[in-house]
């Protein structure tokens, strides 16, 4: 039986940019996506800091080294420009691998600069 986990996490990191007009899902700096495990087109939660709301998308990998977190499409009307937000990586396993899992979270500063990598242990 699969379950879902946490794998990385995205930590209070600054939306830069919400675009209405584009078709969909979030936009992140390669090396917040790698730093965190995330890869291109990876379900991603993101929950917003300002105002408790919730969206799912996927990940399309951005400029390395940029900084940016875009919002795309409907989310731009939920979430905008210097919103902090947690954006959590999941993945389906076995309770078996859930157990030795090592959950990637990310810190970063007002810019979207990696500050420190924890790297967290199921038990």
């Known amino acids: 039986m699969a379950i879902t986990v946490c794998t990385g996490k995205l930590h209070r990191v600054h939306v830069t940019g919400?675009?209405?007009?584009?078709?969909?899902?979030?936009t992140i700096d390669r090396r917040l996506m790698k730093a965190a495990g995330i890869v291109a087109f990876q379900v991603l939660h993101i929950n917003s800091m300002r105002n408790a709301v919730h969206w799912e998308t996927y990940a399309i990998p951005g400029d390395a080294g940029k900084g940016e977190v875009l919002l795309n499409g409907c989310p731009a009307l939920l979430f905008h420009p210097g919103d902090q937000v947690i954006i959590l990586a999941l993945e389906q396993m076995?309770?078996?691998?859930a157990a030795k899992i090592r959950q990637k979270v990310v810190h970063v500063d007002k810019n979207n600069k990696i500050l420190k990598v924890e790297?967290?242990?199921a038990s």
């Open 18 to 26: 919400a675009r209405l007009d584009y078709e969909g899902s979030i």
């Open 94 to 97: 076995t309770r078996a691998e």
């Open 119 to 121: 790297i967290k242990k």
